[in-house]
T-cell receptor, first 110, second 116 residues
Framework: GENVEQHPSTLSVQEGDSAVIKCTYS??????FPWYKQELGKRPQLIID?????GEKKDQRIAVTLNKTAKHFSLHITETQPEDSAVYFC?????????FGKGTHLIIQP | NAGVTQTPKFQVLKTGQSMTLQCAQD?????MYWYRQDPGMGLRLIYY???????DKGEVPNGYNVSRLNKREFSLRLESAAPSQTSVYFC???????????????FGSGTRLTVV
């Protein structure tokens, strides 16, 4: 089955700076890569996703890039704000549904 | 439009007790999933159902059973609860099936289960 590795586990950045979270996957058949944001005590919510026929996708301050050859994808958040503080999960879509990374706790320092 | 509804939100069980976690979606989604979330472990798939009448094991199925009652409802049963099953359980649904064209999941609000 699919195996998704996510780094770093904790990321602390100054407000206004950029944050980058990286994931790798193992199953070359995976064709769907979503990112979820989870605030403390709440459900994960989809923030952006990318399919394997696309290399990059942007939505305001958030962007995701995908390198199929290297089997890695990244989440980029620019101009970080206090409300960006949360745990972020990447996931890879294989034959058995989505496999999630272990999460990155993003801390925005004032 | 409630999305994905889970009940109960909180539950405390004694070791050996049984219970069923309920999940229902009103988005006419085909696929439904049960995940558990433990600190530092991310979300791990317990069981999934691509369509009404079908279920498949995920990464951590031991100690659990599921029923896809109809297109809307997907329940998770713990027959004999153990402390290792203390976790937060999330139900999710998606429009497409993972085999064909997966789509993003919509998650329920979760059930926080403690087994003592």
């Amino acid at each position: 089955g699919e195996n998704v590795e996510q780094h770093p586990s904790t990321l602390s950045v100054q407000e206004g700076d950029s944050a980058v979270i990286k994931c790798t996957y193992s199953d070359s058949a995976s064709n769907y890569f979503p990112w979820y944001k989870q605030e403390l005590g709440k459900r994960p919510q989809l923030i952006i996703d990318i399919r394997s026929n696309v290399g990059e996708k942007k939505d305001q301050r958030i962007a995701v890039t995908l390198n199929k050859t290297a089997k890695h994808f990244s989440l980029h958040i620019t101009e970080t704000q206090p409300e960006d503080s949360a745990v972020y999960f990447c996931a890879g879509g294989g034959a058995d549904g989505l496999t999630f990374g272990k999460g990155t706790h993003l801390i925005i320092q004032p | 439009n409630a999305g994905v509804t889970q009940t109960p939100k909180f539950q405390v069980l004694k070791t050996g007790q049984s219970m069923t976690l309920q999940c229902a979606q009103d988005m006419n989604h085909n696929s439904m999933y049960w995940y558990r979330q433990d600190p530092g472990m991310g979300l791990r798939l317990i069981y999934y159902s691509a369509s009404e009448g079908t279920t498949d094991k995920g990464e951590v199925p031991n100690g659990y059973n599921v029923s896809r009652l109809n297109k809307r409802e997907f329940s998770l049963r713990l027959e004999s609860a153990a402390p290792s099953q203390t976790s937060v359980y999330f139900c999710a649904s998606s429009r497409g099936t993972y085999r064909d064209s997966p789509y993003g999941y919509t998650f329920g609000s979760g059930t926080r289960l403690t087994v003592v």
